[in-house]
């Protein structure tokens, strides 16, 4: 069954993330004050001190300090008509940048002015003989970017700062030039809105020589599920790399070598409890009274049984069903294909792995017991025929996956991680790209590859009813 398996034949390309295409540069207030350059690092201590780093946004690509010379335009042309005769000393000053959040601009004045450049008083005398200082002053600028904090007895200058990395040289160039100083690291700028370029090659170099197989059986899991009338025709394969690794045989032919398999799984909305299915038009359009919940599909139930695995705790039935019978318990029984492949993966976990155990032996053993330092999905891989609705693209997050790969044919308009129309592609109906593997505002971020099938005549969409959910407006 398995073995009569065809892999799909094509090639794997890097789903990009939606701040790839489409960046959306955000900016924040940040002040500027002169200071005498040997007290520069005097002032980082004080500014971190009473103003402690967001640690997430380091703001690294920002220059702390600035000469003269080097300021952005706006300010070089304020701090040029600034009458500096009035200082008694000429020492060598420098610009520091003080970053957000500052939220008392009269605790700054105070914190720093130990720091400035002394001036002369000038007095003017008036009427009732009481003297005032007489402020600095410096022509105020229409530039909106720019504007003086009232100043006592130095001037604070304020400018805008990108709060993330630039994306070019060019990029970084101009913002040095129009908000400040800003340098360019290829790495740190990927980081934040997009896999590291060496994560990425490397988990692609991983995926990409049997990707096609994982996903012909994924399409095999799919069959399975609709044939039997347990859900629709979308199936998930979950692939441990380090197994798969540890065999050394990368070019998977056989069900043997091809134990990297942790777990598949296939739709079975159609169990959900409550569902009757004579009432299904057996057109393939979306129905939601006969949908059952997303705990139903695929992504869910194998995320179930990978943790019925950690638990160890045989929670989740080996046994199979043989007929498409509506299950009436929160977790449909197995199917052929499903049982098949967790009784492999059992018989691999145990005996468990030897105290003294090497990386390999490790590897080699199977899906970790949480006992063990198993934990969620880490490191694993998923291969799915659709791409998944948003509640299972989280639950992907969530369960804190290495990578997931889905063919370009499976977009639906329903999915969570595609980023953009294919392009060259007018896809009307389609108005929501998630992208939502690659996130910067989430906390688990994993690697999103696109199935590109050698038959693509670039059309999303299954052409053919061949056993697999042709693409709708379903969830996947
Ligand atoms: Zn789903």
Redesign the pocket.
């Known amino acids: 069954m398995a073995d009569d398996t065809l892999p799909l034949q094509g090639h794997i390309i890097p789903v990009r993330t939606v701040q790839e295409t489409n960046p959306n540069f955000e900016f924040a207030k940040a002040y500027v004050v002169e200071i005498i350059q040997k007290y520069a690092s005097q002032v980082i201590k004080v500014l971190d001190t009473a103003y402690p780093k967001d640690p997430n946004q380091p703001l690294t690509h920002i220059r702390r300090f600035v000469k003269a010379d080097f300021l952005p335009d706006h300010l070089k042309t304020l701090v040029g008509r600034q009458d500096t005769s009035d200082r008694l000393i000429d020492v060598p000053t420098i610009f520091v940048l003080i970053p957000p959040p500052v939220s008392d601009i009269d605790q700054l004045r105070a914190l720093i002015t130990p720091f400035v450049p002394a001036r002369r008083l000038t007095r003017s005398i008036n009427a009732t003989g009481t003297g005032e200082e007489k402020e600095p002053t410096i022509p105020h600028d229409a530039n909106e970017n720019t504007a003086i904090e009232t100043p006592s007895t130095f001037p604070i200058l304020h400018t805008s700062i990108p709060i993330h990395p630039a994306l070019s040289i060019q990029q970084a160039e101009t913002w040095s030039r129009t908000n400040w100083p800003t340098s360019y690291n290829a790495a740190a700028a990927r980081a934040i809105i997009a896999p590291p370029p060496k994560t990425l090659t490397d988990i692609q170099a991983d995926i990409a020589p049997n990707a096609g197989l994982y996903l012909g059986l994924a399409r095999s899991v799919a069959r399975e599920a609709k044939a039997l009338g347990r859900g629709r025709g979308i199936g998930v394969v979950v692939v441990d790399h380090a197994m798969t690794s540890a065999t050394g045989d990368m070019n998977i032919r056989n069900a043997n070598a091809r134990h990297g398999v942790v777990a598949v799984a296939g739709d079975a909305r159609y169990c959900a409890r409550g569902i009757d299915k004579n009432a299904l038009k057996g057109d393939g359009s979306y129905q939601a009274e006969c949908e059952g919940g ?1 705990e139903f ?1 695929a ?2 139930r194998a995320v179930e049984m990978i943790a019925g695995q950690r638990r160890g705790d045989g929670e989740v039935s080996t046994d199979s069903i043989d007929s498409g019978r509506t299950i009436t318990h929160t977790t449909p029984a197995l199917t052929p294909l499903e049982s098949h492949y967790l009784k492999k993966m059992r018989e691999v976990t145990s005996p468990p792995a030897p105290v003294e155990s090497t990386p390999l032996a490790e590897a080699a053993a199977g899906i970790l017991p949480r006992s063990a330092g198993g934990y969620l999905c880490t490191d694993l891989d998923m291969y799915i025929t659709h791409e ?2 948003l ?2 693209s989280m639950a992907m997050l969530l369960s804190r996956f290495r990578a997931i790969t889905f063919p370009r044919r499976g977009r639906l308009v329903t999915g969570g991680l595609a980023s953009e129309p294919v392009p060259g592609l007018e896809t009307g109906e389609r108005e929501n790209y998630y992208g939502l593997h690659w996130r910067k505002e989430l906390n688990w971020r994993a690697v999103c590859f696109e199935f590109v099938e050698d038959m693509d005549d670039g059309r999303p969409g299954f052409l053919q009813d061949d056993g697999v959910e042709a693409v709708g407006e379903y ?2």
């Open positions: 997303p599909h992504i869910m998944p609705c509640t299972c969830h996947a």
